[in-house]
C-alpha cells in the first residue's frame, strides 16, 4: 500500500512538473518582453504591485486551500464522501468571503495601499487592475484544493496553463496597445499586470466547469450512498480555519518579508550616497527582472509541493509512519535533484543570461543573478519541507523557520544596502542568509518529528555534487566558446547566443551523467515517474 500510495503521490507531481514547463515558456513569452516594453523603472511599477497582491493572495489563499486537500484527502480515505463535501462548502464560504474583503480594499483604496505598502504613488493604477483577481483566485483555490484532495492533479495543471496563456496575450496585448497610443508608464503597467486579473477569470471558469462536471455529481451520489455522519458546521469550520490559518501564518511570513524587503530596499536605496531616485528605481526595476528567473526553478517545485500534501496527510490519517516517511525523503530527493541544477546554472551563466534576455537592464543584474542562483536552491528545498512538516501535522514548526529567515533578511537589507559599495546588492545576500536558515531549520524538525528519518546525505549531498560538476563544466564551456567565437561583454547577438546554448548542452549532458555515477535517484524513485522505467534504462540505473 506504501507503494502505491507513493506512486500516485509521484505521478501527480509529475503531471504538474509538465505543466510547470509549459507555464514556464508562457511565462517567459509574457515577462521577458515586458521588461524590454516597461523598462526597468515600469516593471519595477509592475512588481511593486504584484508584491502587495502576493501579500492579500497568501493571506486569504495560501493556507486554506492546503488545509482544504489535506480535509479531502483524510476524509476520502477514511471514506466520508458527506464530511469530504462538507469540508468543500466550508472551505468555499470562508474563501468567498475573504476574497471579497480583500478585492474591495485593492479597489476602493489602491493609492493609499500603495504608499503604505512600497511608498510609490504611482503603483497605484497597477494596484487598482488587479484588484478583482484575489476574489477570482480565492474562488478558483477552493476547487483546486478540492479536486487536488481527491488525488486529481491533471485540472490544476490544464487550469494552470490557460490561466498563464489568457495572462500573456491580455497583458501584452494591452501593454503593446497603451504603449503605441502613448499612455503614461503607470498607466500601461496597470494595462501588463490586468492580464493576471484576465488569467484568474479564466482558470475561475475551467476549475468551476471541471467541478461541475466531474466532481459535483459524483459527491452528491457518494453521500446519498453513505451513512456517513459529518462532523458539525462549526466544528469542521474551526478545523479548517486552526489549521489553513497557522499555514497561512507560516506563508504569510515570507509574502509580508518580501514586501518590507520591497520597501526596505525602495525607501534607503535613494538616500545611498552616488545612487539617488531616478538611478534607485533603476536598480530596483533590474532586480525585479531578475527575481523572474529567480523564481523559475521554485516553480517547478511547486508541483511537488503540492502533490506530497495529500499524499502524507492520507498516510498520516492511516498512521502509517513509514509511508509517510518515504513519501518525504522521495519528495526531498527528486526537489534536490531538480533544483540544485537549475540554481548554480542561474549563477555560472548569470552574466550571458541576462545580456540575452535583458539587454536593456542595468549592468548590475548579472550579478544580483549569480547570488539570486543559490537563493533559489534554498527556496527550492524550502518549500519542500514546509510541505512535509504542514502536510504531516507539524505546520505550526514551519512558522518559527520563517521568522528567524525573516529575521536574517531584514537585518541584511537594514546593514548592507544602506552600504554605497554593496547596495541593492544587499537584497540577494539578504535573500541566501534568510532561506538557508529556513532550511537548516525545518530539515532539523522533519528529522525529528518522523519516525522514519530521511536520508540527508543521499538527498542533498549527491545532487550538490553533480551541480558543483555541472557549474564548472558550465562556466569554462561558456568562456572557451566565447572566445573562439570572439564573442565583445554579453548582450543579445549570435556568438552570444551560440556559446550560451553549447554552454547549456554541455551542462545538461553532464549533470546527467554524474546524477548516474552518484546515484542521486534510486531506480525505485524512477520507476514511480511516467515513463521511469526507460530513464532509469537511458541513464543505467541499477
Given at each position: 500500500?506504501?507503494?502505491?500510495?507513493?506512486?500516485?503521490?509521484?505521478?501527480?507531481?509529475?503531471?504538474?512538473?509538465?505543466?510547470?514547463?509549459?507555464?514556464?515558456?508562457?511565462?517567459?513569452?509574457?515577462?521577458?518582453?515586458?521588461?524590454?516594453?516597461?523598462?526597468?523603472?515600469?516593471?519595477?511599477?509592475?512588481?511593486?504591485?504584484?508584491?502587495?497582491?502576493?501579500?492579500?493572495?497568501?493571506?486569504?489563499?495560501?493556507?486554506?486551500?492546503?488545509?482544504?486537500?489535506?480535509?479531502?484527502?483524510?476524509?476520502?480515505?477514511?471514506?466520508?464522501?458527506?464530511?469530504?463535501?462538507?469540508?468543500?462548502?466550508?472551505?468555499?464560504?470562508?474563501?468567498?468571503?475573504?476574497?471579497?474583503?480583500?478585492?474591495?480594499?485593492?479597489?476602493?483604496?489602491?493609492?493609499?495601499?500603495?504608499?503604505?505598502?512600497?511608498?510609490?504613488?504611482?503603483?497605484?493604477?497597477?494596484?487598482?487592475?488587479?484588484?478583482?483577481?484575489?476574489?477570482?483566485?480565492?474562488?478558483?483555490?477552493?476547487?483546486?484544493?478540492?479536486?487536488?484532495?481527491?488525488?486529481?492533479?491533471?485540472?490544476?495543471?490544464?487550469?494552470?496553463?490557460?490561466?498563464?496563456?489568457?495572462?500573456?496575450?491580455?497583458?501584452?496585448?494591452?501593454?503593446?496597445?497603451?504603449?503605441?497610443?502613448?499612455?503614461?508608464?503607470?498607466?500601461?503597467?496597470?494595462?501588463?499586470?490586468?492580464?493576471?486579473?484576465?488569467?484568474?477569470?479564466?482558470?475561475?471558469?475551467?476549475?468551476?466547469?471541471?467541478?461541475?462536471?466531474?466532481?459535483?455529481?459524483?459527491?452528491?451520489?457518494?453521500?446519498?450512498?453513505?451513512?456517513?455522519?459529518?462532523?458539525?458546521?462549526?466544528?469542521?469550520?474551526f478545523r479548517f480555519v486552526s489549521v489553513g490559518v497557522i499555514i497561512t501564518l507560516g506563508a504569510s511570513v515570507m509574502s509580508v518579508i518580501?514586501?518590507?524587503?520591497?520597501?526596505?530596499?525602495?525607501?534607503?536605496?535613494?538616500?545611498?550616497?552616488?545612487?539617488?531616485?531616478?538611478?534607485?528605481?533603476?536598480?530596483?526595476?533590474?532586480?525585479?527582472?531578475?527575481?523572474?528567473?529567480?523564481?523559475?526553478?521554485?516553480?517547478?517545485?511547486?508541483?511537488?509541493?503540492?502533490?506530497?500534501?495529500?499524499?502524507?496527510?492520507?498516510?498520516?490519517?492511516?498512521?502509517?509512519?513509514?509511508?509517510?516517511?518515504?513519501?518525504?525523503?522521495?519528495?526531498?530527493?527528486?526537489?534536490?535533484?531538480?533544483?540544485?541544477?537549475?540554481?548554480?546554472?542561474?549563477?555560472?551563466?548569470?552574466?550571458?543570461?541576462?545580456?540575452?534576455?535583458?539587454?536593456?537592464?542595468?549592468?548590475?543584474?548579472?550579478?544580483?543573478?549569480?547570488?539570486?542562483?543559490?537563493?533559489?536552491?534554498?527556496?527550492?528545498?524550502?518549500?519542500?519541507?514546509?510541505?512535509?512538516?504542514?502536510?504531516?501535522?507539524?505546520?505550526?514548526?514551519?512558522?518559527?523557520?520563517?521568522?528567524?529567515?525573516?529575521?536574517?533578511?531584514?537585518?541584511?537589507?537594514?546593514?548592507?544596502?544602506?552600504?554605497?559599495?554593496?547596495?541593492?546588492?544587499?537584497?540577494?545576500?539578504?535573500?541566501?542568509?534568510?532561506?538557508?536558515?529556513?532550511?537548516?531549520?525545518?530539515?532539523?524538525?522533519?528529522?525529528?518529528?518522523?519516525?522514519?528519518?530521511?536520508?540527508?546525505?543521499?538527498?542533498?549531498?549527491?545532487?550538490?555534487?553533480?551541480?558543483a560538476v555541472m557549474g564548472a563544466s558550465a562556466w569554462a564551456v561558456y568562456g572557451l566558446g566565447s572566445r573562439l567565437l570572439h564573442a565583445?561583454?554579453?548582450?543579445?547577438?549570435?556568438?552570444?547566443?551560440?556559446?550560451?546554448?553549447?554552454?547549456?548542452?554541455?551542462?545538461?549532458?553532464?549533470?546527467?551523467?554524474?546524477?548516474?555515477?552518484?546515484?542521486?535517484?534510486?531506480?525505485?524513485?524512477?520507476?514511480?515517474?511516467?515513463?521511469?522505467?526507460?530513464?532509469?534504462?537511458?541513464?543505467?540505473?541499477?
Amino acid at each position: 500500500m506504501a507503494e502505491m500510495k507513493k506512486q500516485n503521490f509521484m505521478h501527480g507531481a509529475a503531471i504538474l512538473a509538465a505543466g510547470v514547463v509549459i507555464m514556464k515558456i508562457l511565462g517567459a513569452i509574457y515577462k521577458i518582453p515586458l521588461q524590454n516594453i516597461l523598462g526597468d523603472t515600469g516593471y519595477g511599477y509592475f512588481n511593486a504591485a504584484y508584491s502587495i497582491y502576493n501579500v492579500l493572495l497568501t493571506i486569504s489563499t495560501a493556507g486554506l486551500p492546503v488545509a482544504l486537500s489535506r480535509m479531502i484527502s483524510e476524509a476520502n480515505t477514511l471514506n466520508r464522501p458527506r464530511q469530504a463535501r462538507r469540508t468543500f462548502l466550508v472551505a468555499m464560504a470562508v474563501l468567498c468571503v475573504l476574497g471579497v474583503l480583500f478585492s474591495a480594499l485593492m479597489f476602493l483604496f489602491p493609492t493609499e495601499m500603495a504608499i503604505f505598502f512600497v511608498s510609490t504613488p504611482a503603483v497605484s493604477r497597477c494596484v487598482h487592475a488587479l484588484s478583482p483577481a484575489v476574489f477570482l483566485v480565492c474562488l478558483t483555490s477552493a476547487y483546486r484544493g478540492f479536486i487536488q484532495g481527491s488525488g486529481n492533479m491533471t485540472p490544476t495543471t490544464v487550469g494552470q496553463v490557460l490561466e498563464v496563456l489568457v495572462k500573456v496575450i491580455v497583458g501584452l496585448a494591452l501593454s503593446l496597445w497603451l504603449t503605441r497610443q502613448g499612455s503614461s508608464l503607470p498607466v500601461t503597467s496597470a494595462g501588463a499586470i490586468f492580464g493576471v486579473t484576465a488569467g484568474s477569470l479564466a482558470a475561475l471558469i475551467y476549475m468551476y466547469l471541471c467541478y461541475r462536471v466531474g466532481y459535483r455529481n459524483h459527491s452528491r451520489a457518494a453521500c446519498a450512498a453513505s451513512d456517513d455522519r459529518p462532523d458539525s458546521v462549526r466544528s469542521t469550520l474551526f478545523r479548517f480555519v486552526s489549521v489553513g490559518v497557522i499555514i497561512t501564518l507560516g506563508a504569510s511570513v515570507m509574502s509580508v518579508i518580501t514586501l518590507l524587503d520591497t520597501k526596505l530596499i525602495k525607501s534607503t536605496l535613494p538616500g545611498v550616497p552616488g545612487i539617488g531616485p531616478a538611478l534607485a528605481d533603476e536598480l530596483y526595476g533590474s532586480y525585479s527582472a531578475v527575481q523572474t528567473l529567480y523564481n523559475v526553478p521554485a516553480s517547478f517545485i511547486m508541483p511537488m509541493v503540492i502533490a506530497v500534501v495529500p499524499a502524507i496527510a492520507a498516510a498520516t490519517a492511516k498512521h502509517d509512519s513509514a509511508e509517510a516517511g518515504l513519501i518525504a525523503e522521495s519528495g526531498l530527493r527528486v526537489s534536490a535533484v531538480v533544483a540544485m541544477p537549475m540554481g548554480v546554472g542561474l549563477s555560472v551563466l548569470a552574466s550571458p543570461i541576462v545580456g540575452v534576455l535583458y539587454p536593456r537592464t542595468n549592468v548590475m543584474g548579472a550579478t544580483m543573478l549569480s547570488y539570486l542562483g543559490i537563493a533559489a536552491i534554498f527556496v527550492c528545498i524550502s518549500l519542500v519541507t514546509n510541505s512535509i512538516l504542514q502536510a504531516g501535522g507539524n505546520e505550526r514548526l514551519p512558522i518559527f523557520s520563517m521568522l528567524a529567515g525573516g529575521a536574517v533578511k531584514i537585518g541584511a537589507n537594514l546593514l548592507l544596502v544602506r552600504r554605497p559599495e554593496i547596495n541593492i546588492l544587499g537584497g540577494p545576500i539578504g535573500t541566501i542568509g534568510c532561506y538557508a536558515v529556513i532550511c537548516i531549520l525545518n530539515c532539523i524538525f522533519i528529522y525529528r518529528s518522523l519516525d522514519v528519518k530521511p536520508n540527508y546525505f543521499r538527498a542533498f549531498l549527491r545532487p550538490l555534487i553533480s551541480a558543483a560538476v555541472m557549474g564548472a563544466s558550465a562556466w569554462a564551456v561558456y568562456g572557451l566558446g566565447s572566445r573562439l567565437l570572439h564573442a565583445g561583454p554579453p548582450r543579445r547577438d549570435l556568438p552570444t547566443l551560440i556559446a550560451l546554448a553549447f554552454a547549456i548542452g554541455v551542462a545538461v549532458l553532464v549533470y546527467l551523467v554524474m546524477v548516474s555515477v552518484t546515484r542521486s535517484l534510486t531506480r525505485e524513485d524512477l520507476k514511480l515517474i511516467p515513463k521511469g522505467e526507460k530513464i532509469a534504462r537511458i541513464l543505467r540505473f541499477k
